[in-house]
């Protein structure tokens, strides 16, 4: 069995001397594992690093093999997010966070494509205008896993107005005036979800929207399988804390 696709790679680990195991996010074929024969090798190491994309062929004798990849390079963008502190630590929530939700080798492309503009942006770009990109980037992850958050119209009243809040329960949205009297048990919702609304998000909004993303990715999706948030995750969330306060 032989396929052809894009890949980002999103971790390496060495298995002997002179191999490693490749777990990368394709376009067509999901999140996806080989074994790389001579990955710990110079050339090799340069490209085997999380964050940038390959041109990847795997091959097997039956599909449920491990099999393995052969590589070449396609963007490397890793050198760029290393740089920074805080570029490495959006890559590396991006990598957790794909690695622990995601189910092997089911396909979500529009999860990749997304992944590879955020990818961009976090090389290229500074944490106010990449964080809300991850914020985006999971709540696409969501939808695509079945768990996507319906922020149309207030779930109490039908309003499209001056929409607030989400429930924790339903993943919907609620309107200022209904939510107000349980505030304390709602999640705030960041005007720059709603499209036109606010369309220069604040750090305090930042911080919402990863709040809310990472709740739901918790409790609908690692909490019923005995997961926790990965810890780069984690770390994402107080990093933008921290550039908030």
């Not at 309003?159 to 989400?166: A, F, G, H, I």
Request: overall charge neutral; proline content about 6%.
């Amino acid at each position: 069995m032989e396929w052809s696709d894009e890949a980002i790679v999103l971790s390496v680990r060495p298995l002997g001397e002179t191999s490693v195991i490749l777990e990368a996010l394709t376009r067509n074929f999901g999140r996806h594992a080989g074994l790389v024969r001579g990955g710990v090798s110079r050339k090799r190491r340069g490209l085997l690093q999380p964050g940038n994309t390959l041109r990847v062929t795997w091959r097997a004798r039956l599909p449920e093999h491990l099999g393995s990849f052969s590589v070449e390079p396609h963007r490397a963008r890793a050198g760029e997010m290393m740089d920074t502190r805080e570029a490495l630590t959006g890559l590396n929530a991006f990598s957790g966070v794909a690695s622990a939700v995601l189910p092997e080798r089911e396909p979500h492309g529009s999860v990749f494509e997304a992944g590879e503009i955020l990818l961009d942006a976090i090389a290229a770009d500074t944490f106010p205008h990449w964080g809300p990109l991850f914020v985006r980037w999971e709540m696409g992850l969501l939808e695509a896993l079945g768990f996507g958050l319906d922020l149309s119209r207030c779930a109490a009243t039908a309003s499209t107005e001056n929409l607030r809040y989400v429930s924790p329960k339903s993943g919907r949205a609620v309107s200022g005036e209904a939510g107000a009297p349980y505030r304390g048990r709602l999640l705030a919702l960041p005007g720059f979800l709603l499209g036109s609304q606010n369309a220069e998000p604040t750090p305090d909004e930042i911080v919402g929207g990863l709040r809310l993303t990472g709740y739901f990715l918790l409790e609908r999706v690692l909490r019923p399988h005995g997961s926790e948030l990965p810890v780069a995750r984690t770390r994402l969330s107080e990093f933008a804390a921290r550039e908030s306060a």
